[in-house]
């Protein structure tokens, strides 16, 4: 990501055993690294969480959602995307009212 885009990382609390995530976070699908992204409209973010329980955080900033998933698919793929019909339905909607 370009220099727009912040990145945070914590571990998750596993006494607790909830995520923190967004309230209205989605998920967006799986990359190559079996990681699970999740999309926030309402924060502009995309949370990461990888298989030991990393948690990335990216604000996306000026980006828009189709350059994350792009830049994702470019880096280490996408082995899901089957949960991002409502992305796909966004990216069209975009496209016809350009």
Request: some cysteine; hydrophobic content about 35%; proline content about 2%.
């Given at each position: 990501?370009?220099?727009?885009?912040?990145?945070?990382?914590?571990?998750?609390?596993?006494?607790?055993?909830?995520?923190e995530?967004?309230?209205?976070?989605?998920?967006?699908?799986?990359?190559?690294?079996?990681?699970?992204?999740?999309?926030?409209?309402?924060?502009n973010?995309?949370?990461?969480?990888?298989?030991?329980?990393?948690?990335i955080?990216?604000?996306?900033?000026?980006?828009?959602?189709?350059?994350?998933?792009?830049?994702?698919?470019?880096t280490?793929?996408?082995r899901d995307?089957?949960?991002?019909?409502?992305?796909?339905?966004?990216?069209?909607?975009?496209?016809?009212?350009r």
């Amino acid at each position: 990501m370009n220099a727009d885009t912040h990145r945070s990382e914590t571990t998750t609390d596993k006494t607790d055993g909830r995520l923190e995530l967004p309230s209205d976070a989605t998920v967006l699908g799986t990359d190559g690294t079996r990681a699970t992204h999740y999309y926030s409209h309402e924060t502009n973010q995309v949370v990461i969480v990888d298989t030991r329980d990393l948690v990335i955080r990216y604000d996306i900033g000026p980006q828009s959602l189709l350059a994350w998933v792009t830049l994702v698919a470019s880096t280490c793929g996408w082995r899901d995307l089957s949960h991002a019909e409502w992305f796909l339905e966004l990216l069209a909607e975009g496209l016809v009212g350009r």
